[in-house]
Structure formats: C-alpha cells, structure tokens
C-alpha cells in the first residue's frame, strides 16, 4: 500500500554552499531523497519493523511524497523492494537522525530478509548533525519538532507523540480501524516535509544571505570551524566578538565562548598578539576567568616568553579558583600543574650560570 502526493516547493533547489561546506557533488545534492520511517519500536534491534517508510524527491518544480505502509509482515519484501528502487536513483539521501536510526535498521531489516542484491549506499546528509552544530548555543535540544517550531516557525497542531506511535500499529493489526493509523500518517508525511524545508534554509543560512541572530551566527562559526573552514570561522567569530560589545550583546556566557574560540584560531594561524588582546579581555572581564586564564597562560609561555606573566595569571586564576562556589577539578589540576612547571622554568632561568676562572 501506498500514498503518494505532488506538494510545491519553489526555488528550494540552490545547493553551493551546502556542497561547499559538507563537501557533497553539488549535482548529487540537488537529487535528494528524504527519508523517515516509522517502526514497531524505537529502540531498534534485530525485532523491530519499519511499518512505514516516508520518501520525497524534487520533481517537475516541486516535492513528490510516497509513504509506504506495511499493512502485513509477509509484505515487507515488497516494501523493502519498492524503497530500493528510489535509493538507487537517489544522490544524496537525507535523513534527520538516519544515520544512526533509520538507515541502519533497514539495513538490517535487508539482510534478515536475505533481500540480494543489497541497496547501494549513496551518500548521507543526517541534518541533525548540522542542527547540533548550528542551533545548540540557543536551544534546550534538537529534536525535529523543536528545530521546527524555534527555527522554520513551523508548530503543529494535534500531533501524535511518536512514542505512541508503535502501539497505534498493533492496535491496527488487531482492529483494523483506520482511524488509528491516520494521525501516524500526518506524523510521517510532516517529519519528511520538514527535512525538505530544513535543508532549503541551512542552505540560505551558511551562504550568508540571511541575517541571523547572534546565536545562531555562533553556532555557524561553529559549524565552519568543524569543517576546517578556518578563515570562515575566524571571520565570524571576530564580528562577534566586536559585536558583544555594542547595544545587541550576544549573552554573557556566549561572549566567552566566542572570545576563546577567536584566541585559539587565532593563535593556531600565528597571529597571537590578537588572541593575547581577546584573552586578556576574556581574563580582564572574568568572562569563562579560568579557560581564558588556561589559554592566556600558553601563550604568554610559548610565543610572548613572558614567563613572569604567565606565572602571574595562574596564581591569580588559583586563587580565584579557590574561593569559587562550584570548584573544577579539571581546572584545578591543570592550573596546579602549570604552576608547578612555571616555577621550575623560573628557577632554573635565576639560577647563577657557573664559569670555570683561570
């Protein structure tokens, strides 16, 4: 059994800055396939069915949708069969949390089937890893209706938990009402309607032409750092960083976080005078005090030569520590241990140098 339906969805096939910065073929990006399942359990395992597979696809300037229902377990070779023919076609297959759920349980579904030949493999676009990376900073998690409603305004009305999914299944296979399969399928048909408007708006957001929000411009120079985009990242984060300062300051603990990323890329590129400025601002400020007292420390050490300097910051970040409401061991431990290396580098350098005399 099958549902299939033909949605608009216009000017949502610009790719470059996605195939620029997941390093995906630009013409393998603009033929996606949507992907979401819904199964008989949601942990996974070897007993556990995908009863109903969502796909969509761009075709002829819009969205074309197929759920396919399992409506008996001796189908699920068909139902298997069916959804490897459009994997076969697909260049890129995007998925939110596939890569981890949904890809490899039908993975496993194919091989307890005996199913040969196998599906192939195109390449897999999971959006949940760019949502953690971009939308973190600002939001309680990441859960696909909580990047709809905080991110696409997208809140759906009356939707079935899909904790509650797999026993409206069961129930199904014993009553045979349709009523109860209906709300799993407006679940399904959303899950894979959201991917599509989801992947449309990273696109937008990482090409730079939209004006994004502090945190979300953060968590963009997040995603470019994880990528290596470097001149990307620091770019970003020196806009931040200066951005702090004026009427729209980024939040405080946030300020810090742009303030060490900014020092460490900048320090990793050569160009330490500028991080010692941020971190001794950072330090001056107490913005994350011990971090940015940590990373001040290094650099005064290693490219300033200022090991006066960098003792100084460490005992001041000790004492500090010390009084502090909720201790660190972590920061403890490595403080402690700089001292102890800093006061062995000053002794030896205060050390007489012993000559031999005629």
Not at 109 to 135: C, E, G, K, N, Y
Not at 181 to 201: G, I, T
Not at 293 to 305: D, F, G, S, Y
């Amino acid at each position: 059994m099958a549902r299939r339906e033909w949605l608009a969805d216009e000017g949502a096939c610009q790719v470059a800055a996605l195939a620029t910065c997941l390093g995906f073929a630009p013409d393998n990006l603009q033929r996606p396939l949507f992907l979401d399942t819904e199964t008989t359990g949601l942990s996974g395992g070897t007993g556990t069915v995908a009863f109903l597979i969502g796909l969509a696809w761009r075709e002829g300037g819009g969205l074309r949708l197929v759920q396919f229902f399992l409506s008996d377990f001796n189908q699920e070779d068909a139902l298997l069969w069916a959804v490897g023919q459009y994997v076969q076609q697909a260049g890129v297959l995007v998925s939110y949390n596939g890569r981890t759920f949904d890809w490899p349980l039908l993975q496993t579904r194919l091989v307890m089937r005996r199913i040969a030949p196998s599906w192939p493999s195109p390449p897999h676009l999971d959006l949940l890893t760019l949502a953690r990376r971009i939308f973190k900073p600002r939001l309680p998690d990441c859960a696909l209706q909580t990047i709809e409603q905080a991110v696409l305004d997208l809140h759906r009305t009356e939707d079935l938990p899909g904790t509650l999914i797999p026993s409206r299944y069961f129930a199904w296979l014993r009553h045979g009402d349709e009523r109860l399969l209906e709300p799993v399928f407006v679940h399904n048909r959303q899950d894979v309607l959201s991917m599509a408007l989801l992947l449309a708006r990273f696109e937008s957001m990482l090409d730079g032409s939209e004006e994004l929000e502090p945190l979300d411009r953060f968590g963009r120079a997040r995603f470019f750092e994880s990528r290596g985009m470097t001149s990307q990242a620091v770019e970003e984060y020196r806009r931040l960083w200066r951005q702090s300062r004026g009427a729209r300051a980024v939040p405080f603990t946030a300020r810090g976080a742009i303030g060490l990323r900014l020092a460490r890329l900048l320090r990793r590129r050569g160009m330490w005078m500028e991080a010692r400025e941020v971190l001794e601002e950072c330090w001056q400020t107490q913005v994350f005090p011990y971090p940015a007292a940590i990373e001040l420390a290094k650099l005064l050490e290693h490219q300033a030569r200022d090991l006066d300097g960098a003792r100084r910051v460490v005992g001041d970040a000790l004492r500090l520590l010390a009084i502090a409401v909720v201790p660190n061991p972590q920061w403890q431990a490595d403080l402690e241990q700089r001292v102890r290396r800093l006061d062995r580098r000053l002794d030896t350098r205060a050390r007489p140098v012993l000559g031999l005399t005629g």
